[in-house]
């Protein structure tokens, strides 16, 4: 590919699936499947890009992660855990890589409006992101080289006030915001079902 494309400059981890629902209801099948596309989907890709990268000593790995990755979503707590995983996998690449020209980035959007959040109304007082707000994110990323990047940025700024709250408020806060039933309780079954059944069996 590269002998006719020329050298790759930038490779951006976006697959991912989302099942959503009581954990004691979730299939091992299903949860390790998560694993293998979310995580290992993100971990193969880099170790592949690097081959070519390290002898270059450029690129710019683009992780995709979630606000889930650093925050609790009841409902989807293996997608969740996929999630913090990527979060670990890249600041650690970032860490490990700090002394080349290698740039790792790690991207934590809200609810985005695609087939991934389809029955989903999202949090309340958080609008669900366009995936073209997600794509100007990144590129800016590019541009101008950050680790951590939320989508919008407002969920950055919630995620780091929460370490100067007492966990009683904290658990107020993510519960106004229906943290605890968004991915449960709030659901439309019916428009969900068709993501659903591919997810489980594609």
Do not use: C
Request: glycine share 8%.
């Amino acid at each position: 590919v590269e002998a006719k494309l020329g050298p790759l400059d930038v490779l951006i981890n976006n697959a991912g699936i989302m099942p959503i629902g009581h954990i004691h209801d979730e299939s091992e099948e299903l949860a390790r499947r998560m694993f293998e596309i979310n995580v290992f989907g993100a971990i193969t890709g880099t170790k592949r890009a690097l081959e070519t990268m390290r002898e270059r000593n450029s690129g710019h790995i683009v992780n995709l992660s979630s606000i889930v990755g650093v925050q609790p979503a009841a409902g989807a707590a293996t997608y969740s855990a996929t999630k913090h995983a990527v979060v670990g996998f890249t600041s650690t690449a970032q860490l490990e890589y700090a002394h080349t020209n290698i740039e790792f980035t790690m991207v934590l959007p809200a609810f985005v409006n695609t087939e991934l959040t389809a029955g989903t109304s999202g949090l309340k007082l958080l609008k669900q992101v366009e995936p073209e707000q997600v794509a100007e994110a990144i590129v800016g990323a590019l541009e101008k080289p950050r680790g951590k990047v939320f989508v919008p940025k407002s969920v950055g700024y919630l995620v780091g006030s929460e370490r100067f709250m007492p966990p009683a408020l904290v658990t107020v806060i993510r519960r106004l915001m229906g943290a605890d039933t968004a991915l449960l309780d709030d659901v439309d079954e019916v428009g969900r079902a068709d993501y659903q059944a591919r997810i489980s069996s594609s």
